[in-house]
């Protein structure tokens, strides 16, 4: 796989997603993805696995941005769309494997989801509701496994010039 825009900001691997079609109210999305490792290693934060249990050595989910081309995003875009566990009670046990929470205290997921949802979801809720935006977030993440994809000749050498500042434990 190659990708065509990749940033790394600390912990982080952001991915570019060009949406077809207009008057979304933003112009792609960031799929964002962490790895563990560098996470907890990081200075600026405190790490705790999640109640759930240790995660994987594996890049897991962060979020799904909306963002402008301009560099700045949408947030906090709904108040009255708040995130509803029942809503995506099918894809819990998904979302605990991947897109766990490592921030203190341990938590089971929710409060990152929500902080997640309520933050940059709801800026793409014209396109995605709230079911379909933990969805597409987990499909992605089956179609785009970093960790394949470093490990694999496909991966180019130029995808690879900002990786060094990622931490592989
Ligand atoms: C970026 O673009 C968005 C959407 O067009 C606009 O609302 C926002 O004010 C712009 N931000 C900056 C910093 O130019
Ligand atoms: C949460 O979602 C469920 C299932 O869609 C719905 O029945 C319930 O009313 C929602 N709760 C709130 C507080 O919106």
């Not at 341990?106 to 379909?132: A, I, R």
Request: hydrophobic share 35%.
């Amino acid at each position: 796989m190659k990708f065509k825009c990749i940033a790394l900001i600390n912990f982080l691997v952001l991915q570019c997603l060009a949406i077809l079609g207009v008057s979304k109210g933003f112009d792609f999305f960031y799929f964002v993805q962490q790895w563990p490792g560098s996470y907890c290693d990081s200075d600026k934060f405190s790490c705790c696995y999640p109640t759930t249990g240790k995660p994987a050595a594996d890049f897991s989910i962060h979020g799904l941005w909306p963002n402008y081309r301009n560099g700045s995003y949408p947030q906090n875009c709904d108040p009255n769309n708040p995130f509803n566990e029942s809503e995506t009670s099918d894809l819990i046990s998904s979302m605990r494997r991947n897109w766990p929470s490592l921030s203190c205290p341990s938590s089971s997921g929710e409060s990152f989801w929500s902080h997640e949802w309520e933050k940059h979801g709801t800026c793409s809720e014209s396109l995605l509701d709230q079911h379909s935006y933990f969805q597409t977030a987990l499909t992605l993440r089956q179609q785009t496994n970093i960790l394949q994809s470093l490990k694999s000749e496909s991966f180019q050498m130029e995808d690879l010039i900002a990786l060094p500042t990622l931490k592989m434990l």
